[in-house]
């Protein structure tokens, strides 16, 4: 289960990083709630993944603000991920 949970972690990449990537409207919504999930488990290696993906999604999301496009995604579950990811720090 572990591999499986890391091979779909993997495929939430920010687009930036390459080809295999989902879509944002996807990823990111995927990408929160495991993030929440995860904030149980903060030392543990997939959690650690899993943190790492969602803050490089950041860069993604301030180069398309920057840009002046749109993106569709649920802003709030982005946030509570975040939000997850602070509180640990």
């Known amino acids: 289960m572990n591999k499986s949970l890391l091979s ?3 495929s939430l990449n920010a687009p930036a990083v390459g080809p295999g990537s989902l879509r ?3 990823a990111l919504p995927a ?3 495991l993030c ?3 904030s149980i488990y ?3 290696d997939l959690s650690v993944r899993i943190f790492q ?3 490089a999604w950041l860069s993604w999301i301030a180069e398309q603000a920057k840009q002046g ?3 569709t995604v649920d802003i709030s579950t982005y946030l509570e991920g975040i ?3 602070l509180l640990l720090k």
Do not use: G, K, R, T
């Open 8 to 10: 779909f972690v993997q």
């Open 24 to 26: 944002p409207d996807i």
């Open 31 to 33: 990408l929160s709630i």
């Open 36 to 38: 929440v999930a995860f």
């Open 42 to 44: 903060p030392e543990s």
């Open 53 to 55: 993906q969602m803050l």
């Open 69 to 71: 496009n749109s993106i």
């Open 83 to 85: 939000h997850s990811v």
